[in-house]
């Protein structure tokens, strides 16, 4: 059974930047989509927010469509390596509100939609 795991959170500075990272494995097959989504510390990721996410074009990841959720655009950027394993969110300038948690999910061409664990993110000084 597949699996995905996040990596990279912590605590950073207002201004500051994180790369995290989403790695699936277990024998995931025929991902069509991977993104993230982030919930604030003490809510569920049921409230949680769009961040941002890939979906596969069809021929490879890097030129699948990207989406972003409205707090991310301009400072977000999410890619997926080209083992296609792994899927990362570089995110600059963050700020107090982007204190969360952060998951990562894959939709799978059928089936349901698989998630992470979540790794948190402080924004403080």
């Known amino acids: 059974q597949g699996q995905l795991a996040e990596s990279g959170g ?19 097959a025929n991902a069509h989509t991977m993104g993230w989504f982030r919930h604030t510390p003490g809510s569920t990721r049921e409230f949680g927010d769009f961040v941002a996410g890939i979906t596969w074009s069809g021929v490879t990841w890097s030129g699948g469509r990207l989406k972003y959720g409205n707090s991310a655009k301009g ?51």
Not at 10 to 20: C, D, F, I, M, N
């Open 10 to 28: 912590g605590l950073v500075q207002p201004g500051g930047s994180l790369r995290l990272a989403c790695k699936a494995s277990g024998g995931i």
């Open 75 to 125: 400072r977000f950027t999410v890619s997926k390596d080209t083992d296609n394993s792994t899927l990362f969110l570089q995110m600059n300038s963050l700020e107090p509100d982007d204190t969360a948690v952060y998951s990562c999910y894959l939709d799978p061409t059928s089936g349901p939609r698989m998630w992470g664990q979540g790794t948190l993110v402080t924004v403080s000084s």
